[in-house]
């Protein structure tokens, strides 16, 4: 196949877009076949483009970069932006996963979405979605990846509010816009920065600046500048201190959930991150606080996610908690760790939200898991996809989840980090949480006795626990299928594999790393049983509690009634932000900004000009008369009057 | 030769002249003759500059001057006459339409 055009790079989110314009203007009046037509064709397209991209960037001589032609776009004195699309192998991948995964969650909303109202809007935001992401991966420039960064902002703010005549909905869509916004002022800060000291926000030119001056490593403005990046990474990626946003954006639709909540907007910071490598690389202390962030929010949002009932929160919790994985990866310079398990975690907890969807749409709508049970046997093929996730998710070799999991812990494990063994030790303890939780979820909804019988009263027919049609079970399996080889492009050497997926990034991330620490396989080996081990201790406490003998998890609940309320409550942190942040600013605006600044200056200022306006039309009004020669009198005298200020004017304003 | 500022002295005269008319007459005629008075005043001044300054210019602009007072005067005219048949009176004080 030949190699691909450099132009054809623009279809890849304008074709997403021309969708959206379609759905979005017309949709309301186009027959649902044919919007689910456009969709998915808008969304197939640039698939198939991806696909070529993937041939060409693949062939043994191709460049490890493509990049459109660039255009001006802001052009003042001192600075200007272009814009441009560029292509290299961390993009490549990240395009893969929202072009592939974004197609096959397209498919499935098809099915998921067939009796809603608002189909047309939907399939409209998808699309607009897809547009803004692959902007996001595709740009050449900090300005283009913040345009794509807020745009997927937009977009999930719409999708989290679809049902936006619920009130819960649509508060959680204004939570996940105003969080983030706190999160893009870091981002716009550090552009600041970028701007000030390097004069461009082209990744190019930033990264070759400081390629060229081996002085500025741990440079007190790099460091800045990462941190501030770090601040808008944990608003997009849902991270301490600003994840509280991710769980109540389950609001959404399920298929939303699992393609912008899950599988692609979330990891756009862990994306940033290692785009942004070289930066970090130079600023040690803030990759030391990624790391940290990121340890600390895989295990406070695993213990969350291991009492939660209902089963999206419980997935929620989990992807904050596999995001803060990620995180800890870059944090320690395993950056193609975390693009690894990114792509894996993709494949996975996409198919655990379809999954779930299709289990909440076989209950017709019921979420809570302790209203469900003994499902294996009603939903066959749902049962069997969504275990695929499940035992990738929790590490279970040789699913996905086992190979990039295990190889972060291993890259943490031996990092120069002086914080490794702490990091390591909280990833591993939320291994094996993550392991619980998940086979809790397992064991309660597929196993034990049904407990959903009541539901299926006599009036109710319609009501009988089915399963979902093949246009939603299609994406399961293809993705239960990613979900179980997905791992084997990153074997590592240790296994007998090629760690092909490394290979892959080297050319991204092998310039500015620190050089690979070889300690022998048998520690890996080691590291990976203990993890395996871990796993199975999770899968064993989930087996003993929720299988075999159900109430025991209640029970030991009940002695330790401080520990679960904590995690119930989820440590009081909503309530403390509530309390600590919300409060004082709603005190301030209602106090300070709308009694003394609006009322007081705006509508003061306000007033006082009309006022005036009143007061002199008052003194002037007599003059109003309606007699031509008092009109043709003042006529004259201001004409007099000018003509004296002409005359006398000058030499009066010169004695002065 | 008539010096420059005989021209200017009459013509302000004129002009003044024209003003205290403007401003002290009721009847809405003799309005209208003082503003032509005040516009010939006007030309008066052209005239004696342009033959100060040797140049034609304000000559021709004295002929675009009185193109629109004859026109003015067509209109006026035609408004004076259907106010004369609306209100049976040429009195600008009894003439208080713009009264707010």
């Given at each position: 196949?030949?190699?691909?055009?450099?132009?054809?790079?623009?279809?890849?989110?304008?074709?997403?877009?021309?969708?959206?314009?379609?759905?979005?203007?017309?949709?309301?009046?186009?027959?649902?076949?044919?919007?689910?037509?456009?969709?998915?064709?808008?969304?197939?397209?640039?698939?198939?483009?991806?696909?070529?991209?993937?041939?060409?960037?693949?062939?043994?001589?191709?460049?490890?970069?493509?990049?459109?032609?660039?255009?001006?776009?802001?052009?003042?004195?001192?600075?200007?932006?272009?814009?441009?699309?560029?292509?290299?192998?961390?993009?490549?991948?990240?395009?893969?996963?929202?072009?592939?995964?974004?197609?096959?969650?397209?498919?499935?909303?098809?099915?998921?979405?067939?009796?809603?109202?608002?189909?047309?809007?939907?399939?409209?935001?998808?699309?607009?979605?897809?547009?803004?992401?692959?902007?996001?991966?595709?740009?050449?420039?900090?300005?283009?990846?913040?345009?794509?960064?807020?745009?997927?902002?937009?977009?999930?703010?719409?999708?989290?509010?679809?049902?936006?005549?619920?009130?819960?909905?649509?508060?959680?869509?204004?939570?996940?816009?105003?969080?983030?916004?706190?999160?893009?002022?870091?981002?716009?800060?550090?552009?600041?920065?970028?701007?000030?000291?390097?004069?461009?926000?082209?990744?190019?030119?930033?990264?070759?600046?400081?390629?060229?001056?081996?002085?500025?490593?741990?440079?007190?403005?790099?460091?800045?500048?990462?941190?501030?990046?770090?601040?808008?990474?944990?608003?997009?990626?849902?991270?301490?201190?600003?994840?509280?946003?991710?769980?109540?954006?389950?609001?959404?639709?399920?298929?939303?959930?699992?393609?912008?909540?899950?599988?692609?907007?979330?990891?756009?910071?862990?994306?940033?991150?290692?785009?942004?490598?070289?930066?970090?690389?130079?600023?040690?202390?803030?990759?030391?606080?990624?790391?940290?962030?990121?340890?600390?929010?895989?295990?406070?949002?695993?213990?969350?996610?291991?009492?939660?009932?209902?089963?999206?929160?419980?997935?929620?919790?989990?992807?904050?908690?596999?995001?803060?994985?990620?995180?800890?990866?870059?944090?320690?310079?395993?950056?193609?760790?975390?693009?690894?398990?990114?792509?894996?975690?993709?494949?996975?907890?996409?198919?655990?939200?379809?999954?779930?969807?299709?289990?909440?749409?076989?209950?017709?709508?019921?979420?809570?898991?302790?209203?469900?049970?003994?499902?294996?046997?009603?939903?066959?093929?749902?049962?069997?996809?969504?275990?695929?996730?499940?035992?990738?998710?929790?590490?279970?070799?040789?699913?996905?989840?086992?190979?990039?999991?295990?190889?972060?812990?291993?890259?943490?494990?031996?990092?120069?980090?002086?914080?490794?063994?702490?990091?390591?030790?909280?990833?591993?303890?939320?291994?094996?949480?993550?392991?619980?939780?998940?086979?809790?979820?397992?064991?309660?909804?597929?196993?034990?006795?049904?407990?959903?019988?009541?539901?299926?009263?006599?009036?109710?027919?319609?009501?009988?626990?089915?399963?979902?049609?093949?246009?939603?079970?299609?994406?399961?399996?293809?993705?239960?299928?990613?979900?179980?080889?997905?791992?084997?492009?990153?074997?590592?050497?240790?296994?007998?594999?090629?760690?092909?997926?490394?290979?892959?990034?080297?050319?991204?991330?092998?310039?500015?790393?620190?050089?690979?620490?070889?300690?022998?396989?048998?520690?890996?080996?080691?590291?990976?049983?203990?993890?395996?081990?871990?796993?199975?201790?999770?899968?064993?406490?989930?087996?003993?509690?929720?299988?075999?003998?159900?109430?025991?998890?209640?029970?030991?609940?009940?002695?330790?009634k401080s520990a679960y309320a904590l995690l119930a409550?989820?440590?009081?942190?909503?309530?403390?932000?509530?309390?600590?942040?919300?409060?004082?600013?709603?005190?301030?605006?209602?106090?300070?900004?709308?009694?003394?600044?609006?009322?007081?200056?705006?509508?003061?200022?306000?007033?006082?000009?009309?006022?005036?306006?009143?007061?002199?039309?008052?003194?002037?009004?007599?003059?109003?008369?309606?007699?031509?020669?008092?009109?043709?009198?003042?006529?004259?005298?201001?004409?007099?009057?000018?003509?004296?200020?002409?005359?006398?004017?000058?030499?009066?304003?010169?004695?002065? | 030769?008539?010096?420059?500022?005989?021209?200017?002295?009459?013509?302000?005269?004129?002009?003044?002249?024209?003003?205290?008319?403007?401003?002290?007459?009721?009847?809405?005629?003799?309005?209208?003759?003082?503003?032509?008075?005040?516009?010939?005043?006007?030309?008066?001044?052209?005239?004696?500059?342009?033959?100060?300054?040797?140049?034609?210019?304000?000559?021709?602009?004295?002929?675009?001057?009185?193109?629109?007072?004859?026109?003015?005067?067509?209109?006026g005219l035609a408004i004076i006459i259907s106010i004369?048949?609306?209100?049976?009176?040429?009195?600008?004080?009894?003439?208080?339409?713009?009264?707010?």
């Amino acid at each position: 196949m030949s190699p691909i055009p450099t132009s054809y790079l623009w279809y890849i989110p304008l074709l997403p877009f021309a969708g959206f314009m379609v759905n979005g203007t017309l949709g309301r009046k186009l027959p649902r076949v044919l919007i689910s037509t456009v969709a998915l064709l808008c969304t197939a397209l640039p698939a198939s483009i991806v696909a070529w991209l993937w041939v060409t960037m693949r062939a043994p001589d191709a460049p490890d970069t493509l990049q459109t032609l660039t255009y001006p776009w802001i052009a003042i004195t001192g600075f200007h932006a272009n814009f441009a699309l560029t292509v290299d192998h961390l993009t490549l991948i990240m395009l893969g996963v929202v072009t592939g995964v974004g197609f096959l969650i397209h498919i499935y909303s098809v099915g998921y979405m067939a009796h809603e109202d608002g189909y047309w809007r939907f399939f409209a935001y998808l699309n607009l979605f897809m547009f803004f992401m692959s902007v996001l991966v595709l740009a050449d420039s900090f300005l283009l990846l913040f345009v794509g960064w807020e745009g997927v902002g937009l977009a999930s703010y719409l999708l989290i509010g679809f049902y936006f005549k619920k009130t819960s909905a649509a508060n959680a869509g204004k939570k996940a816009f105003v969080v983030n916004r706190i999160g893009d002022f870091g981002f716009l800060l550090a552009m600041f920065l970028l701007i000030a000291h390097f004069g461009s926000l082209t990744f190019s030119q930033v990264f070759s600046t400081i390629g060229q001056h081996p002085e500025w490593q741990g440079a007190r403005f790099l460091t800045a500048i990462a941190l501030l990046l770090v601040l808008g990474a944990a608003g997009k990626s849902a991270q301490i201190p600003l994840y509280i946003w991710l769980p109540d954006a389950m609001e959404g639709p399920t298929p939303v959930s699992a393609l912008i909540h899950a599988a692609t907007m979330v990891t756009a910071g862990i994306y940033m991150v290692a785009r942004c490598h070289l930066l970090f690389d130079h600023a040690p202390i803030a990759l030391t606080v990624v790391a940290c962030i990121g340890a600390a929010t895989a295990i406070f949002a695993a213990s969350i996610g291991m009492v939660q009932h209902d089963i999206k929160r419980v997935l929620a919790y989990s992807t904050i908690s596999q995001l803060g994985y990620m995180f800890m990866a870059c944090g320690v310079g395993a950056y193609a760790a975390g693009i690894f398990h990114l792509l894996t975690h993709a494949f996975f907890k996409a198919l655990l939200f379809l999954a779930a969807g299709s289990v909440i749409h076989a209950l017709c709508g019921e979420q809570d898991m302790r209203n469900m049970g003994g499902l294996r046997k009603r939903i066959p093929i749902t049962f069997w996809t969504m275990s695929a996730g499940v035992f990738a998710i929790a590490g279970i070799p040789p699913f996905a989840g086992f190979f990039s999991k295990d190889e972060i812990l291993y890259q943490t494990f031996i990092s120069p980090n002086p914080l490794h063994i702490v990091l390591w030790l909280v990833g591993l303890v939320t291994a094996g949480m993550t392991s619980f939780y998940m086979f809790r979820l397992w064991f309660k909804t597929f196993f034990g006795e049904p407990r959903t019988e009541q539901r299926e009263t006599p009036g109710h027919p319609t009501h009988s626990v089915h399963e979902s049609p093949w246009i939603m079970l299609f994406p399961l399996v293809v993705l239960a299928i990613l979900s179980v080889i997905g791992g084997w492009v990153g074997v590592p050497a240790a296994m007998l594999g090629h760690d092909e997926i490394g290979h892959f990034l080297d050319p991204v991330f092998a310039s500015g790393a620190a050089p690979v620490l070889t300690t022998g396989h048998s520690l890996e080996l080691i590291l990976a049983l203990i993890s395996v081990l871990t796993a199975a201790v999770g899968f064993y406490i989930a087996y003993l509690c929720y299988y075999k003998k159900p109430g025991t998890a209640a029970a030991f609940a009940d002695r330790n009634k401080s520990a679960y309320a904590l995690l119930a409550s989820k440590y009081w942190v909503d309530e403390f932000y509530t309390n600590f942040l919300v409060v004082p600013l709603l005190m301030f605006t209602r106090g300070v900004l709308e009694l003394i600044v609006d009322r007081g200056v705006v509508n003061g200022s306000g007033r006082a000009a009309g006022m005036a306006t009143r007061g002199f039309a008052w003194a002037t009004r007599s003059q109003i008369s309606g007699n031509i020669r008092s009109y043709a009198g003042w006529l004259a005298f201001g004409a007099a009057a000018v003509l004296a200020v002409m005359v006398f004017g000058r030499s009066l304003w010169m004695h002065l | 030769m008539v010096p420059t500022a005989y021209y200017l002295v009459l013509a302000a005269m004129l002009f003044s002249i024209g003003i205290a008319a403007f401003l002290i007459k009721r009847n809405v005629i003799t309005i209208f003759i003082s503003i032509e008075l005040m516009l010939n005043a006007v030309n008066l001044t052209f005239v004696a500059f342009a033959h100060m300054w040797h140049q034609v210019s304000g000559q021709i602009f004295v002929f675009f001057v009185m193109v629109v007072a004859a026109a003015e005067a067509a209109v006026g005219l035609a408004i004076i006459i259907s106010i004369f048949r609306t209100r049976q009176t040429l009195n600008v004080d009894e003439i208080d339409l713009m009264k707010s």
